[in-house]
Every structure is written in C-alpha cells, then in structure tokens.
C-alpha cells in the first residue's frame, strides 16, 4: 500500500520570503483557485530539464522527508494550477514563464515541480536557505560582435572652373578648363565634355572614355554649327555640376586672332604725379573688329573719370587730371568671337608725402643731440625714400640742414655751440620729393656752457734797436760837366736814421744845386750840372740813438776838350 506523502513544512526563509513584497515588473494575473493537495502536481509549465534547477530538494534540515517516486500520486489536470499549502492564493501564477527569465527567488517553490518522477518536490531555491542567503546573481548574456561602420557615401565634386575656348576652326573646337575647387577624399576620376547645337538641349558626348587632362578637342564637327559645350567632373559619388561656356560658339576659321601689342614703356608700372594727364596708347591686332573692353581692379571703369576712344587698330585711355584713386591695375581685353587676349596695366599716382608723426629729443650731452622720430601716416603712394633732419639755433632762428637724404629714424646731431639752445625738425622725402610739412621737437637742447679760465702766455719783448750799418756803399764816379749826375747808398738802422751828405767833410746844406732824398733806406744825392769846382769827396752819414755811420766816394768831373779841327 503506498505511503501517504509527508505534510510539507515551511523553512523560515520561506516564512521571510512570503512577507517579503512580490516584484511587480509585469502586472499580475487574476489569481486561481485551486483545490489543496497533498502532494505538488507532475505537471508544470516550466520544461523537465530546467526543473531541477529552477528548484531543488529540500534540505535533510527541515525535518520533511521526500516520496520516492514510485508512490506519488497522480498528478491533476493540466488545466488545473495547484497551490502550495500555506501559500496566498492571491500570488502571481509563474507557471507559464520560463525558468532562464525570472531569478529562483522570485518563483515561488510550487511552480516548478518535478515532472519525470512525479516526487513531492516543494521546495524552491530559496526555500530552504537562510533568511540572510543573498538572491542568486541574473545569468550573463553576451552581446553579439557589432558589424563595422560603412564609410560615409561618396560625394560629387564642385563643377569646373572657367571654361574657355582654347582654339577653333571649321572642324574642330578645343577647350580648357581648371579643376574643382572641391574634390573630396573619393579622388577624381576624370572629366566628360558634352555639346549640343545652340536652341536644342540634346546634349551628345564627345569622349568614350573619361579624360584626365584640363583640355580637349572635339573634333568631326560641322561648320556653321553654333554649339554649346559643358564639362562634368566625375569621381566614385557621381557627376559634378556642369560648368558650361559664357556663350555659344561658331564653328568656323577666324581670319585674325586678336592680340594686344603692349608698349614696352607700358609693361611695367606707370608713374604720374598728382595733378598729370594720362594718355595711353595701346594697338591691337584682331579681325573681324575685336570688341575692346576695359577694368579697374575687375571692376567697370568710372566714366565720369576715365575716357576710353577705341578705333580698328588700337584703343586710348585718358584721364585729364590725375588723382591718388586713379591708382590701379587697369586690364585691357579684346575680344574676336570666343578668342580673348588680355593685358594688365598698373598705374601709380603719387605725390609729396606727409611729415613724420612725431619726432623728439631723446638726449643731449656735451656738443651733441640725440633725435628720434616715427615714419608719416601717409607715404604719397610710394615708399619713403629718406629724411632731412635741420637745426636752428634759438638766438636767430635760422634753420640749418645737418642731414640730408637720411635712412634711419634716429640720428645724433655734433658739433653744437657752447652756451646755444637747440630745436630740430624732420622733413620726408619720397622719389617727388620732400614733404611740405614737417615735424618739430618741442624740447629745446641746451648746450651746457663750462667756465675756462685762459691765461694767455706771455713773452719779453723784442729789442728792436739797431745802430745805423750801410748796406750798399758809394762807388766812385766820374761825371761829365753839365751833366746831372746821382751818387746812391742804402743803409738800415732802428730807430731811422737820420742821413746827411758832406763834400770835403763839409755839410752841404740846403744848397739847390744839390737834391737829397731818402725812401725807405735808400739814400740819394742828385748834382745838378755839375762844373769841374764840384769834384771832390762826398761822405754820406747815418746817425741814431745807438751810433752813426759813415760811407764816402770820389767824384771827379771832367772837361770836355774840343781841337781845333772840331771848332
């Protein structure tokens, strides 16, 4: 006779697990009655493998034996939910949740049974543990490896760049462009011409294959065709945005390419002054009549200012007065169906430039000064070429240059006045020359003067005195009667001597026969006439405070004898 299966006691971790508040993470179905039972059902909604885990036996500790499973009994109706004695009837049933999805804790021991034996299998994992057991830790799923990260698509290019016409005749067309601006990283594959006849927009295309260079010739052409060509930038995103030609264009030979013969004296920068007249002439080459057209700086020209005169052969600009906005570079282009050529003009206009910002004093010391100054704001439209840097002294207040044509912007003044005050002004120069204005120390040098004491040397005084000596002595002579005869001497002597002449040691006094000069040491004694009583010995005599001295001669005055053949 089977035995009847023992009541089932419950643990107290059980007991603390029915106080315990029930997790709520999905709502609760209705709750289901259920007949009691002595033994749990076979039966439950957990698989018969995950059983044993979702719960095992009882402990030995809880004083409940397990049935063997031969003598349990039959198991309910499937459609029946058993209820474990002592339970609330009101508890969620978890018959139909998997054991994998919800921890042991949260199921209570009756819903998973055993379902091969049939034993009495009451308890849950957490039905005999302590009340202070921890809850069994959620399995650990692995995430799959993630798939890598498509690049980004690729994106088309910019459209190209200024599309021209390189060359065209009654065949063929050839044009050349620049590359996009935009790339991208995908790189560039090449580029595909296409051309349609003006006023359709079947657009045929001229390559089979990509072309990797900025130019092509589209050939097999027809002329009288008037044709508009596009290039398309190609890359691995696609096809760029067509950059087409300014204007259709005429398949046909052009007689005469236009050309600008620029002037050498026009190739390189043009130099006028404020104030001068403009007028350049520039020949051109081009048949049919090339249309002429003119910029500033890629701007239309201001014909309130600038005159233009275009004829067959060459094209005039004129400005009648000059001003610093006329400063630019002026393009020239001349155009014969699609063929252009074009030429760039740089006009400079200047003038006298502004003085220095501001200069001043920065040190003075013994004879010198030491100046320093800032460049002008404004150059005259033309670099600064040098500066003149003046002084003037406060006394008169005439301005002198010290320096001229000077680079830096310091400079030392030398070479000041003792005891003088100072002021210095700067001017500018540039290649017109120097500025109007200039700029002015307000501090004043001063030239310290020192006290010298000067003692002149002194010297003893030269004894000039000299007693009277000839220089030149009286020669004897021989005179003729009734011809003036002249005895002459020198003598020096200091003080000046005073000179007298003796004949026969006897004064000659103030007698009028006789002539006596003296002229600077130069002694003379003039006989008028002299008769043959006038010979004899004359002594001239040179006395002073030191001494005299004395020099004489002997004149003899001859007769003139005429014979008797003579009478």
């Given amino acids: 006779m089977p035995s009847k299966p023992a009541p089932i006691k419950k643990s107290p971790a059980k007991k603390a697990a029915e106080k315990a508040p029930a997790p709520a993470p999905e709502p609760e179905p209705a709750p289901v009655e259920a007949p009691p039972a002595e033994a749990p059902p076979a039966e439950a909604a957990a698989p018969a493998e995950e059983a044993p885990a979702a719960a095992p036996p009882a402990a030995e500790g809880d004083g409940a034996p397990v049935a063997p499973a031969q003598d349990a009994p039959a198991a309910p109706p499937a459609d029946e939910t058993p209820v474990q004695e002592g339970l609330d009837s009101t508890a969620p ?25 049939g034993a009495a299998a009451p308890a849950a994992d957490t039905a005999d543990a302590p009340a202070d057991a921890a ?108 950059a087409t030609l ?47 057209s003119w ?67 920065v040190d003075s010391w013994g004879f010198n000064a030491a100046l320093e100054w800032t460049p002008p704001k404004d150059n005259g ?68 003067k020192t006290g010298i004491n000067y003692k002149p040397p002194e010297y003893p005084e030269h004894d000039f005195s000299e007693a009277p000596k000839f220089t030149t002595s009286l020669s004897d002579r021989a005179a003729t009667v009734g011809y003036t005869t002249k005895l002459l001497c020198s003598v020096r002597g200091s003080p000046k001597p005073k000179i007298e002449w003796l004949k026969n040691q006897m004064v000659i006094g103030d007698d009028p026969k006789f002539r006596k000069l003296s002229n600077q040491g130069i002694c003379s004694l003039e006989i008028r006439k002299p008769c043959s009583f006038d010979g004899g010995i004359y002594t001239c005599r040179a006395k002073n405070a030191q001494g005299e001295a004395t020099v004489s001669c002997k004149l003899e005055v001859k007769q003139i004898i005429i014979s008797e053949k003579g009478k």
């Fill in 381 to 448: 439209n033309t670099e600064i070429t040098g500066y003149t840097v003046q002084k003037a002294d406060r006394k008169t207040g005439e301005w002198f240059t010290v320096l001229d044509h000077y680079h830096r912007l310091t400079a030392t003044v030398s070479d000041l006045i003792m005891g003088n005050s100072y002021s210095f002004r700067v001017f500018a120069e540039n290649k017109v020359g120097t500025s109007e204005r200039c700029a002015v120390t307000k501090a004043v040098a001063t030239i310290q």
């Fill in 93 to 117: 049933a978890e018959a139909d949740a998997p054991a994998a999805d919800a921890p042991a804790a949260d199921a209570p021991a009756a819903d998973a049974p055993a379902a091969e034996d």
């Fill in 295 to 361: 910029l500033k700086d890629g701007q239309p020209l201001d014909t309130k200012r600038v005159n233009i005169r275009n004829s067959d052969k060459d094209s005039i600009m004129f400005i009648r007065t000059s001003q610093r906005d006329d400063s630019g570079v002026y393009e020239m282009s001349v155009k014969v169906e699609s063929f252009e050529d074009k030429a760039p003009i740089t006009i400079q206009i200047v003038e006298l430039p502004g003085p220095p910002t501001g200069v001043k004093l």
């Fill in 246 to 292: 300014a204007a259709p264009v005429p398949i046909r030979e052009v007689v005469d390419r236009p050309k600008i013969k620029m002037p050498r004296n026009l190739r390189v920068r043009v130099v006028r002054q404020v104030g001068e007249q403009i007028n350049l002439v520039i020949p051109f080459l081009g048949k049919p009549k090339p249309v002429v």
């Fill in 135 to 242: 809850p069994a830790e959620p399995a650990v799923v692995e995430e799959p490896p993630k798939a890598p990260t498509p690049p980004p698509p690729a994106v088309p290019t910019s459209a190209p760049l200024d599309v021209s016409v390189e060359d065209v005749n009654d065949s063929s067309l050839t044009i050349k462009w620049k590359t996009p601006e935009t790339i991208g990283d995908s790189g560039l594959d090449g580029f595909t011409i296409e051309y349609c006849k003006d006023g359709t927009t079947d657009w045929v295309v001229a390559q089979e294959e990509l072309t990797p260079v900025n130019r092509y010739c589209i050939k097999n052409l027809t002329a009288g065709d008037l044709l508009n060509v596009r290039v398309v930038a190609v890359n691995p995103g696609g096809r760029s945005e067509p």
